[in-house]
């Protein structure tokens, strides 16, 4: 469990950081992800959620 807290509070950390050093930066990214189809959006996703999984994997492999 503690685990998991510390891996919410790491992706508010830089979830907040990008929006309080870059907030036009990010309307544009969304602007742009709007105007991609659904199924390239879905695709990212699960690109982005088997890339947390290896980063996950390689830290709890190295100890953490």
Known sequence: M???L?????????EGLVWALAPSIVERLLQEMR???EAARRQLGLLGLVIGLILV?????FGA
């Open 35 to 37: 105007a991609l189809p």
């Open 6 to 14: 510390l891996a919410l509070g790491l992706v508010l950390i830089v």
């Open 2 to 4: 503690a685990v998991a």
């Open 57 to 61: 994997w390689t830290a709890k492999r």
